[in-house]
C-alpha cells in the first residue's frame, strides 16, 4: 500500500542522489521512481524524470510515453501530452485506458475530428454508454445529424438510456429528422416507465410527434394535458386546430374559450 510505495519511493531517490550507478539501472530506477510518483500526484517531478528517461532511452517503450502524456495531462499541460498520447496509441492495440486520456487530451486541444475518431474507436471496441451518448453530441457537434441519431437510438436498444434528458434528445432529434413515429413509441415508454415527467414540455412534444404522424385523435389527449400545464392559451389553440381538422366545431369553440381565458396569447 502507501507505506510500501513511501519506502520504495525513498530508496530509489537514494540510490539516485549517489550517482553511482550503471546507466541501465539508473534508467530502470528513473522509470519505477516516476510511476510511484504519478501514483503520489507528484507529477511535476514525475515530468522532469521521464525528461531525463527519454533524453537517454533510444526507443521509449509505449507505457513511457503513456506514463509521460498522463504526468503532463495532470498538470492541464495538454498541447505538450498530445504527442505522447497519440505515440501510445498508436503503438498498441486499442485499450481503454490509453485511448480516454487521448479523448480527454484532443478535446482540451480543441481537435474535433479527432476526439470523434478516438469516441468512435472507445464505441467500438469498449461499446458503453457514456462512449455512445458523447459519440452522438460529437457527430451533432460536426453537422452529421444522421449519424447522431443513429447512435443515439442503438444506445437505446442496448437499454442505455434511463435518463429524462436523453431520452427526451432521442425522440427530439427523431422527430426533428422526420420520423416522428419512432419519437411517439421512445416518449409514451419513457412515461409508462417514470422515466419521463408528464410535465407542459413532454405532453406537447407527445402531441408534436403524434400530429407529425397524423395521428390526430391519439395527439388530443397529450395536448389537452400541455395546455392544462401551461401559463399560456397558446397550446389551447393548437388544440382548437386539431379539433377543427377533425371538423369537430363544438370542442373547437370549448378550447378557444379556453385559449381566451387563460390569456398571454400572441395573438387574441
Not at 212 to 232: G, H
Amino acid at each position: 500500500g502507501r507505506r510500501l510505495r513511501a519506502a520504495m519511493r525513498r530508496a530509489f531517490e537514494t540510490a539516485l542522489a549517489e550517482d553511482s550507478l550503471p546507466e541501465t539501472a539508473t534508467l530502470t530506477i528513473q522509470y519505477n521512481l516516476a510511476q510511484l510518483y504519478i501514483a503520489e500526484e507528484k507529477f511535476s517531478k514525475a515530468t522532469l524524470l521521464l525528461e531525463e528517461w527519454f533524453k537517454n532511452t533510444a526507443e521509449p517503450s509505449t507505457y513511457g510515453n503513456y506514463l509521460m502524456a498522463v504526468s503532463l495531462a495532470m498538470q492541464e499541460r495538454y498541447k505538450e501530452a498530445l504527442p505522447f498520447i497519440r505515440k501510445t496509441t498508436a503503438q498498441s492495440e486499442p485499450r481503454e485506458n490509453f485511448l480516454t486520456l487521448q479523448l480527454a487530451v484532443e478535446y482540451q486541444n480543441g481537435n474535433v475530428p479527432e476526439t470523434l475518431e478516438v469516441l468512435k474507436t472507445l464505441a467500438g471496441h469498449f461499446p458503453k454508454k457514456n462512449y455512445f451518448t458523447q459519440l452522438s453530441y460529437a457527430y451533432s457537434n460536426a453537422g452529421d445529424d444522421v449519424a447522431a441519431l443513429a447512435v443515439f437510438e442503438l444506445a437505446y436498444l442496448q437499454g442505455w438510456l434511463d435518463k429524462e434528458k436523453d431520452l427526451l434528445s432521442l425522440a427530439q432529434r427523431q422527430y426533428a429528422l422526420d420520423v416522428p413515429y419512432k419519437a411517439v413509441q421512445v416518449i409514451q415508454k419513457g412515461m409508462q416507465d417514470g422515466l419521463i415527467e408528464p410535465t407542459r414540455d413532454s405532453y406537447e412534444l407527445l402531441a408534436n410527434t403524434l400530429l407529425s404522424s397524423r395521428e390526430w385523435k391519439a395527439a388530443l389527449d397529450p395536448l389537452r394535458k400541455a395546455a392544462e400545464l401551461s401559463t399560456d392559451g397558446g397550446i389551447y389553440v393548437r388544440l382548437a386546430q386539431v379539433y377543427l381538422e377533425l371538423e369537430d366545431w363544438a370542442s373547437a369553440r370549448k378550447s378557444l374559450d379556453a385559449a381566451l381565458e387563460k390569456g398571454n396569447l400572441k395573438d387574441t
